[in-house]
């Protein structure tokens, strides 16, 4: 019936909403085919397909759809999806245009002469002429100065410059217009108006034309105005024989009076045009230079670039020289470009596949880095607009989403013009955007890394990966001290080498005390009552799904401990769904037990600093402990292993996370009644020493404090013997941990099984 069919289309107006306000894209020329957005909409498609009464489910729903966009005028995405929509709902109800065109001439007068809208409706051919023509010319002879104001900029734009309509389609406005008392600004319109070429419309469609039938993709079909690729290839060329040889500061002034004069930027869609063009030329060239490129010298192998670079001279040129006067000119110019050449590369991606080559676009984006970056601008932040415009580029090139583009998209990321002017940037401003870049890099590499199933590509990937944390770690150490937490919630349990390089970070002002010691007495360190400074936002995890009122749950507990069976329901808040544990690789969601081990052990360590001096602090007894403990001795041996992970992974540098999470482990592995508690404690200490250094400062004094105090009686246990390699193991890492056999006290110790078994540090304290 109608009434099903409208409640289902207003189900899928619904889910398309949220997937329009969640994406990151800019515009639908850059979705990709298999974007939910594409799927809403076939969907809408499909149900007015099959709708009975379609004319009447078409119109309520055009009227939804306008109601919406006048609603949501500013958002560029959500107004392109819904003239994409309309169009393909007029194909199905031929009346449709004269429809919208009657509802937008009743619409209120506070919203009447939004200038996007009517636009994008003329530009889509949503509207019906002859109605829309009388309502514009009974505006005109209302003399209202908004409506006048408004049909001017409708004729600059729709009719002179973008040829969306043309003369005969609004005689009535242009004849109102000519009656008005002369003014120099109408009568310079009328003119332009008159001196038109009669030219043909132009059917734009928003370059979706496939997209009626909900068959076709976004960027496979572009109309450009008749003539426009012809004259864009020939001032094209004429830039690149200015190029090569460089030519002179004249030959280049004339050049951007040149392009001035051809009117290819005067509008933002025009640019936008020229721009693509230019990035398809400069990638059809390289293409058809790479076969003679690969064979031949290195000086025909540069001639396949020779478009690419000059291209990026271009960019480079525009975006210096923009309109000092208009906000943010710089980031707008280069915005443009990189949109659109993300529209080029993700069109030949798909339609190339497995010939695509990464090469080109590589080289640009390497170009337009060098040039612009490479020079002081001599302002921060126009400076940190454009590195923050790359980083948006790269975001929307991300391996998730392209693969192919692995490479060169990670040797982007380490570029030297990018990753050490972000994580230099006044006020670590640019380290937000770097944390995202490489958190992505992350999530990409995770499923291959948790199943170990890394091809020859995707391991030298992951090697690429490994250097790049190497000289985070060496240069900006910093910089992965404040985001460890969230990058740890995106590696795999099992990267042991890949977590270690990032934990063993400390500042560059700190000193880190020899964790091999004699007798160091680490709670008297001066840095170990020192918060660690975190810049992840790691109770972001609590505001979703089934942990949305966890924190709160936990923090009632801390404070009160009730309820009472908050520690029994705990476990199973920490479960994932069958469908998202399948994804996951893992029963239980990971970056939640890893908030909530610090997010618990940080109010601990608040409890504990508010007490007075010389109060005595009892925590074994407290409600910390309390849910410490009872995850080590409750949860399955999948997500105990888990929960030991989050526990080590604040293990780092000397500061007060380190000793109260080393205490919390070093008393679970001394209070818990079950040995394999102890093992697994053993096993996630062991498993990273045994790989190859750095190793986190935090974690060895641990570890030697767990095998040296006879306090945990460590050598006594059976897994420490379970077999002759083990036990070699143990003492191999034990003898590099002490200098020593461990089984022998040193000189004035007594032996271990005699030794008084009194810890070295106080739970907790500090």
């Known amino acids: 019936s109608t009434q099903e069919a409208l409640e289902k289309l207003g189900q899928v107006f619904n889910q398309l909403d949220r997937s329009i306000s969640q994406s990151r894209e800019q515009s639908i020329a850059t979705i990709t085919a298999d974007h939910e957005i594409n799927q809403h909409l076939r969907n809408i498609i499909s149900v007015v397909s099959q709708s009975a009464n379609r004319n009447e489910v078409v119109f309520a729903s055009a009227q939804k759809i306008l109601s919406s966009i006048y609603e949501n005028p500013t958002v560029p995405l959500f107004l392109e999806v819904y003239f994409v929509v309309l169009e393909a709902l007029r194909e199905a109800y031929k009346k449709l245009t004269l429809d919208i065109t009657n509802m937008v001439m009743y619409v209120p007068e506070d919203k009447k002469f939004n200038r996007d809208i009517i636009t994008g409706l003329l530009r889509s051919q949503l509207l019906s002429f002859p109605e829309f023509d009388a309502h514009l010319a009974k505006l005109v002879d209302g003399r209202n100065p908004n409506a006048l104001e408004f049909t001017a900029y409708i004729i600059k734009q729709c009719l002179i410059e973008m040829r969306y309509v043309i003369p005969s389609d609004i005689p009535q406005t242009l004849e109102a217009l000519s009656k008005l008392p002369p003014q120099p600004g109408l009568i310079k319109l009328l003119e332009e108006v008159k001196s038109l070429p009669p030219t043909q419309r132009k059917d734009d469609k928003l370059g979706k034309k496939g997209m009626k039938i909900g068959v076709g993709l976004p960027g496979q079909e572009v109309n450009d105005p008749v003539g426009l690729r012809d004259r864009v290839t020939s001032l094209f060329q004429d830039w690149v024989m200015i190029c090569v040889p460089p030519g002179s500061d004249k030959a280049v002034a004339g050049y951007v009076a040149q392009l001035q004069q051809a009117g290819v930027l005067k509008s933002e869609e025009l640019s936008l045009r020229f721009f693509r063009i230019c990035v398809e030329i400069s990638v059809e060239t390289w293409y058809l230079q790479q076969d003679k490129a690969q064979n031949g010298t290195s000086a025909e192998q540069q001639l396949a670039y020779q478009a690419t670079d000059a291209f990026a001279k271009l960019v480079v040129l525009l975006v210096k020289f923009s309109d000092p006067n208009v906000p943010n000119s710089k980031a707008t110019v280069l915005t443009r470009v990189l ?277 005595p602090t009892p925590v074994a007894q407290s409600a910390p402990m309390d849910i410490f403990l009872n995850l080590a001795n409750e949860l399955d041996p999948e997500g105990r292993y888990l929960f030991l992970n989050a526990i080590a992974n604040q293990l780092r540098y000397p500061n007060n996370h380190t000793h109260y999470f080393s205490c919390v482990l070093l008393y679970l592995f001394s209070e818990t009644q079950l040995e394999v508690v102890q093992e697994q404690i053993t096993r996630v200490l062991l498993e990273r020493l045994i790989v190859n250094r750095p190793h986190p400062w935090g974690l060895l004094i641990t570890f030697i404090e767990l095998i040296k105090n006879p306090r945990y009686t460590f050598w006594s246990h059976s897994f420490t013997r379970c077999a002759p390699e083990i036990e070699r193991l143990f003492e191999s890492v034990a003898r590099s941990c002490m200098g020593r056999d461990p089984k022998q006290p040193a000189v004035g110790e007594p032996p271990l099984q005699q030794a008084n078994p009194q810890p070295s540090r106080e739970v907790g304290r500090g």
Request: charged fraction near 20%.
């Open 339 to 615: 949109n659109m050449t993300i529209k080029v590369l993700m069109k030949d991606y798909e339609g190339r596949k497995t010939r695509f080559n990464q090469k080109p676009y590589f080289r640009l984006f390497d170009d337009l880095l060098l040039d612009l970056m490479g020079s002081p601008s001599g302002e921060d932040q126009v400076s940190l607009q454009l590195l923050g415009t790359f980083c948006s580029a790269l975001l929307a090139l991300q391996p998730s989403r392209l693969p192919g583009f692995a490479f060169a998209w990670l040797e982007l990321v380490s570029h030297r013009m990018l990753m050490p002017k972000l994580l230099l940037s006044k006020n670590n401003k640019g380290w937000p955007l770097f944390q995202r870049l490489l958190s992505e890099l992350f999530r990409f590499l995770e499923p291959y890394l948790r199943g170990a199933e890394l091809t020859e590509p995707l391991l030298i990937l992951y090697k690429g990966t490994l250097r790049v944390l190497l000289v985070l770690l060496h240069d900006f150490p910093e910089f992965l001290c404040d985001y460890h937490s969230s990058f740890c919630d995106s590696i795999p349990p099992s990267c042991i080498q890949m977590r270690n390089l990032i934990l063993s970070a400390f500042p560059r002002t700190m000193r880190l005390p020899d964790p091999f010691t004699p007798n160091l007495k680490v709670d008297l360190l001066a840095e170990i009552n020192q918060p660690p400074r975190i810049l992840s936002n790691y109770l972001a995890c609590f505001q979703n799904g089934a942990a949305s009122t966890l924190k709160t749950d936990v923090d009632l507990y801390l404070k009160t401990r009730t309820p009472p069976t908050f520690l029994q329901e705990l476990k199973g808040r920490l479960l994932l769904s069958p469908q998202e544990a399948q994804q996951a690789g893992t029963r239980y969601n990971v970056p939640v037990i890893n908030a909530l081990v610090l997010h618990v052990g940080i109010q601990a360590i608040t409890q504990l600093q508010s007490k007075p001096p010389n109060q």
